[in-house]
């Protein structure tokens, strides 16, 4: 049927805004929209130049929905590369949705999520993990993810990709060349070359899945647990960082027995939070199941925040240290000693000195009364230890590029071992025509319905 194929979107979110934009995209879309656009001028939409934007009013049979704004693309220039067509209204429910309607009784149908950005893929407007990173971009709240984001739409990845795809084209001609002649036993490639190839390949592909570690911290916040024993201040603390009353907060040991977690930005960096049940000897069942959460959650993180009231005695932290450091391997351990508001100067030098050797990182602070706050998220950002990000920096953020590129990364390392074992060409080629394959997965020059499926289908509809 005609027009089945013209989708159309509210591009804006609902119910907020003054102005919302209604999209639409495919073939025959701006003939759809000139048959319910009256123009102010003489001429009609369909007669229109490309990229030009007209005012005018959208009727529904006799009557005026609104007064709008319509911009024109014409195929391929667009953001879809079919015909597009834009409709900016004001912002009423009412008037969106009425129009909405309209534009589907004259044979438009309704997005699905992320179709608009399929379709530009689908179009060669962009490769897949551009498209990917238009989610991203989307849902970047610090200005680190928005950077990689940003780095990935404008195609830094895709480059990097291709490169490797051409040098894995040569890579794997070499060797196939070779075995046309094979009978002449004659040999093109020199193997210490080709090992040499090989490694270089592998070093990049290496690099590239290494990346995902700073990539995914970034994206998804570094994850930070504040832990320690009950009644330390732990929620107090994660109050004052998100700036909200997230976490309930009493002088009752044992009030928080779940994990409580959110997301903040300091200095450009995201950080998420994880608020835990305080650490004690009990006989609640509840209790002891979220005690165990702790400990899980220590491992999860990237940086724990041991939260201890400063009066607490050097034997009690002692005693904790015996639990907690044996859960501490690759995370960044801090002390941190609260209510300094409670204690003397001199109190506070003999807490300086204890456990200095296990955990050098410690700090002094108040979080009921917002002391010290400042230089414990300095120094959370020092203990992040993400690397500056240059606008030229590839980083992989995408769990999913991430497992191709570690699929890639086997079969440049089984090419390398084929080499070292003399193998012939067909074995060699076949690995590296493998390499490619995943490649191909992140750009989506290989991709299944399924895969396609999956990506789009967590867009927001409208884009
Ligand atoms: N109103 C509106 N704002 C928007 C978008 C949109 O689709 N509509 N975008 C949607 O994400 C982003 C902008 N991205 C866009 C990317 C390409 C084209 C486009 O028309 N490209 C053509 C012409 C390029 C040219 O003139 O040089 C092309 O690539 O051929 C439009 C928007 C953000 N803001
Ligand atoms: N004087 C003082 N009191 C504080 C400070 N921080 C927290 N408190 C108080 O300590 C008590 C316990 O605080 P919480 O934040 O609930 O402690 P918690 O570590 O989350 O406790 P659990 O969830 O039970 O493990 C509350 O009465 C807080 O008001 C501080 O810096 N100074
Ligand atoms: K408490
Ligand atoms: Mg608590």
Same mark, same amino acid.
């Not at 990346?211 to 832990?227: L, R, Y």
């Not at 240290?321 to 044996?326: C, N, T, W």
């Not at 003999?350 to 917002?370: G, Q």
């Given at each position: 049927?005609?027009?089945?194929?013209?989708?159309?979107?509210?591009?804006?979110?609902?119910?907020?805004?003054?102005?919302?934009?209604?999209?639409?995209?495919?073939?025959?879309?701006?003939?759809?929209?000139?048959? /319910?656009?009256?123009?102010?001028?003489? +001429?009609?939409?369909?007669? $229109?130049? !490309?990229?030009?934007?007209? %005012?005018?009013?959208?009727? +529904?049979?006799?009557?005026?929905?609104?007064? /709008?704004?319509?911009?024109?693309?014409?195929?391929?220039?667009? *953001?879809?590369?079919?015909?597009?067509?834009?409709?900016?209204?004001?912002?009423?429910?009412?008037?969106?949705?009425?129009?909405?309607?309209?534009?589907?009784?004259?044979?438009?149908?309704?997005? $699905?999520?992320?179709?608009?950005?399929?379709?530009? %893929?689908?179009?060669?407007?962009?490769?897949?993990? $551009?498209?990917?990173?238009?989610?991203?971009?989307? !849902?970047?709240?610090?200005?680190? #993810?928005? =950077?990689?984001?940003?780095?990935?739409?404008?195609?830094?990845?895709?480059?990097? &990709?291709?490169?490797? @795809?051409?040098?894995?084209?040569?890579?794997?001609?070499?060797?196939?060349?070779?075995?046309? %002649?094979?009978?002449?036993?004659?040999? *093109?490639?020199? =193997?210490?070359?080709?090992?040499? #190839? #090989?490694?270089?390949?592998?070093?990049?592909?290496? +690099? &590239?899945?290494?990346? *995902?570690?700073?990539?995914? !911290? /970034?994206?998804?916040?570094?994850?930070?647990?504040?832990?320690?024993?009950?009644?330390?201040?732990?929620?107090?603390?994660?109050?004052?960082?998100?700036?909200?009353?997230?976490?309930?907060?009493?002088?009752?040991?044992?009030?928080?027995?779940?994990?409580?977690?959110?997301?903040?930005?300091?200095q450009g960096l995201a950080f998420r939070l994880i608020d835990t049940a305080g650490i004690r000897d009990t006989t609640d069942e509840i209790e002891s199941l979220g005690i165990e959460r702790t400990f899980k959650k220590i491992e999860q993180a990237n940086i724990i925040l041991w939260?201890?009231?400063?009066?607490?005695?050097?034997?009690?932290? @002692?005693?904790?240290?015996?639990?907690?450091?044996?859960?501490?391997?690759?995370?960044?351990?801090?002390?941190? *000693?609260?209510?300094?508001?409670?204690?003397? !100067?001199?109190?506070?030098?003999?807490?300086? @000195?204890?456990? @200095?050797?296990?955990?050098?990182?410690?700090? %002094?602070?108040?979080?009921?009364?917002?002391?010290?706050?400042?230089?414990?998220?300095?120094?959370?950002?020092?203990?992040?230890?993400?690397?500056?990000?240059?606008?030229?920096? /590839?980083?992989?953020?995408?769990?999913?590029?991430?497992?191709?590129?570690?699929? #890639?990364?086997?079969?440049? =390392?089984?090419?390398?071992?084929?080499?070292?074992?003399?193998?012939?060409?067909?074995?060699?080629?076949?690995?590296?025509?493998?390499?490619?394959?995943?490649?191909?997965?992140?750009?989506?020059?290989?991709?299944?319905?399924?895969? &396609?499926?999956?990506?789009?289908?967590?867009?927001?509809?409208?884009?």
């Open positions: 049927m005609q027009g089945n194929n013209i989708i159309a979107a509210i591009s804006t979110p609902a119910g907020v805004g003054g102005i919302a934009i209604i999209r639409l995209s495919g073939e025959g879309c701006i003939r759809l929209a000139g048959s /319910v656009f009256k123009p102010y001028g003489n +001429k009609m939409l369909g007669e $229109q130049k !490309a990229n030009t934007i007209h %005012f005018g009013s959208i009727m +529904k049979d006799d009557t005026v929905l609104d007064e /709008v704004l319509i911009s024109l693309f014409k195929a391929p220039h667009s *953001f879809t590369g079919e015909d597009v067509v834009e409709i900016s209204c004001h912002g009423s429910v009412y008037i969106q949705q009425n129009i909405l309607q309209l534009l589907i009784s004259k044979g438009a149908r309704l997005a $699905q999520p992320g179709e608009f950005t399929q379709r530009a %893929f689908l179009n060669g407007k962009m490769d897949l993990s $551009q498209a990917e990173s238009v989610a991203d971009l989307i !849902a970047s709240s610090s200005a680190a #993810a928005h =950077r990689l984001a940003m780095n990935q739409m404008r195609g830094g990845f895709s480059n990097k &990709l291709i490169e490797l @795809r051409t040098e894995l084209l040569n890579f794997a001609s070499l060797i196939e060349l070779e075995l046309d %002649f094979s009978e002449e036993d004659v040999e *093109f490639a020199n =193997r210490e070359r080709l090992k040499e #190839a #090989a490694y270089d390949i592998e070093l990049h592909i290496s +690099k &590239l899945a290494e990346s *995902f570690e700073v990539g995914n !911290a /970034v994206k998804n916040g570094i994850p930070v647990a504040i832990i320690g024993e009950t009644n330390a201040g732990k929620s107090t603390l994660l109050n004052l960082l998100l700036h909200e009353e997230k976490a309930i907060v009493s002088d009752i040991h044992g009030t928080t027995r779940d994990v409580i977690e959110d997301t903040i930005n300091i939260i201890t009231d400063v009066g607490t005695t050097d034997e009690h932290i @002692r005693d904790l240290a015996e639990k907690i450091l044996p859960a501490v391997k690759n995370q960044k351990l801090i002390l941190v *000693f609260n209510k300094v508001d409670m204690i003397s !100067a001199e109190r506070k030098e003999n807490k300086e @000195r204890l456990l @200095r050797e296990e955990i050098p990182d410690r700090i %002094f602070i108040s979080a009921k009364y917002e002391q010290g706050t400042n230089d414990l998220e300095s120094l959370l950002v020092k203990a992040a230890d993400i690397p500056e990000i240059g606008e030229q920096d /590839v980083i992989v953020t995408n769990m999913r590029h991430y497992a191709a590129l570690e699929n #890639a990364l086997s079969a440049i =390392r089984r090419v390398g071992e084929g080499l070292d074992l003399h193998l012939s060409g067909d074995f060699l080629s076949q690995d590296i025509r493998e390499c490619m394959h995943y490649l191909g997965e992140i750009t989506g020059q290989i991709s299944t319905d399924d895969i &396609l499926g999956n990506i789009f289908s967590k867009f927001c509809i409208g884009k």
